[in-house]
């Protein structure tokens, strides 16, 4: 069963036929499009040599011969070749800055038919500054609480559409919307720097 959080990830899927999940870690939301009939490939990315070690201990235990159409990458996001037209690319897991990262990399292989979904635990501010100056549009973006902690999920697309905000629009409109905003104004009021104070000042703008 997976989370709250990777249950919204999942939902982002529109037929794609080729699925990324980097930065795996359990591989739960890779795996769970094995019950897909139309998804043709399910690439499980990880640089944790354990973390692919394991999943392909639990693949084995689990259909004595790991599926054809799953394939484990022991591997950095950074150094990923996409082989089709339609991905579906999970990112989560990891900070603003790395996940940054691997877009730049990723960015001259999407295709118009691509979704990436992105969902950082940390430097969210820095994330979404960088998304804002890439050409990528944003899909849809949603606020997420499990287990009692707050996480920002975006869906990008390359090309022409809706603008990645520094600060975001929908997700202050969530039913959780006025919780997150007031723990995000603890969080960084006591911060100095210029996109702290920018995102305050945002903050307290707001009519929850």
Not at 42 to 66: A, G, M, N, Q, R
Not at 85 to 97: A, D, P, T, V, W
Request: charged share 20%; with cysteine.
């Amino acid at each position: 069963m997976l989370s709250q959080r990777l249950q919204s990830l999942a939902r982002f899927h529109e037929n794609q036929d080729t699925i990324w999940d980097i930065g795996c870690d359990h591989g739960a939301l890779g795996l769970s499009f094995l019950k897909h009939s139309h998804v043709s490939q399910i690439h499980l990315v990880d640089p944790s040599h354990h973390v692919i070690k394991s999943l392909k201990t639990k693949l084995e235990d689990s259909y004595i011969t790991i599926p054809d159409n799953v394939l484990l990458h022991e591997t950095k996001g950074q150094d990923i070749k996409l082989k089709s037209s339609r991905n579906l690319i999970f990112i989560s897991g990891m900070g603003g800055k790395e996940i940054t990262e691997i877009i730049h990399s990723l960015l001259p292989q999407l295709s118009a038919n691509d979704r990436l979904v992105i969902s950082p635990h940390k430097n969210i501010l820095e994330l979404r500054q960088s998304l804002s100056l890439l050409p990528l549009s944003l899909k849809d973006e949603i606020l997420v609480l499990d287990e009692g902690r707050f996480y920002q999920v975006l869906c990008l697309l390359k090309g022409e559409g809706l603008p990645v905000t520094e600060f975001g629009q929908a997700i202050w409109s969530h039913s959780e919307g006025a919780s997150y905003r007031d723990f995000m104004l603890k969080t960084f009021s006591a911060h100095q720097d210029p996109l702290s104070r920018r995102f305050v000042t945002f903050l307290q703008s707001l009519s929850l």
